[in-house]
């Protein structure tokens, strides 16, 4: 499923947004000019490497540096090739808007920080031994998709479901389109389909671990007395 739009509308400019497409967009870049081998050096160091932490004698003999621990905030934004940079960015544009709106933007980095360091950590705990570092924007990505799982659970979610070669484009309500989006990554998770060569690219612990922080924390991070939710009957935002 590839979310093409929502119903929500924005009324003030996503800076935060914005500014974490930029950044992500600059790193990819980067990436883009390094050289195969120095490319591989440096997803190591800032990407998030599960046994370099739970293993300090493996750590040792491959010669990762001490520490080592901003790879839990660099490592969201990384990206694993175009698609996987491109996905992320899309996903992001569309749903982080209102969430930003809801939070504000100060609140609205330190909730998608944190649910990138949720995500990680989800990551770390169900595959504490593997050697391939995950990278990329989607676990903090799924936190801000629980976020809006919670604060906006009358909106709309235009989707594309491709049928093998017939595109099958349906209007969703987010609950639904989010919920079984959450119940895939869960599935995948529990089914251990993913190999650890596998795991930078398809992290699903991470997926499952990013949403459920932004779905627990969300709320946490609205204004003072502040009850936000659309009612897409009216297209207004409610708040109290």
């Known amino acids: 499923m590839i979310p ?6 924005s009324t003030r400019p996503p800076l935060v947004t914005w500014t974490l497409i930029g950044l992500c967009t600059a790193a ?4 883009q000019l390094l050289p195969d081998r120095v490319l591989l050096e440096f997803v190591h160091l800032y990407g998030v490497v599960p046994a370099r932490f739970t293993n300090p ?5 491959i010669g990762y540096p001490e520490g080592g621990y901003a790879s839990f905030l660099t490592y969201m934004f990384l990206h694993g090739g175009w698609l996987h940079y491109l996905l992320n960015m899309w996903v992001l544009w569309i749903f982080a808007d209102n969430v930003e709106e809801a939070l504000g933007s100060l609140r609205f980095i330190v909730f998608y920080l944190l649910c990138g360091l949720g995500a990680a950590l989800a990551h770390v705990l169900f595959n504490p031994n593997a050697p391939m570092p995950v990278i990329g924007a989607s676990g903090a990505i799924a936190g801000v998709m629980g976020g809006y799982f919670r604060l ?3 909106a709309r979610v235009v989707t594309l479901i491709p049928i093998i070669i017939i595109p099958w484009i349906v209007e969703l309500p987010a609950v639904v389109f989010l919920g079984i989006w959450f119940l895939m990554q869960l599935l995948s998770g529990l089914a251990g389909t993913v190999s650890a060569g596998q795991a930078a690219s398809v992290a699903f612990w991470a997926h499952v671990g ?5 779905l627990a924390l969300v709320r946490v991070f609205l204004p003072p007395g502040c009850k936000f939710c659309f009612d897409p009957s009216v297209r207004r935002y409610d708040r109290e």
């Open 4 to 9: 093409l739009r929502d119903n929500v509308p």
């Open 152 to 154: 906006f659970p009358k």
């Open 28 to 31: 990819f870049l980067y990436q």
């Open 57 to 61: 004698t493996f750590a040792a003999r």
């Open 210 to 214: 990013g949403f459920a922080v932004g």
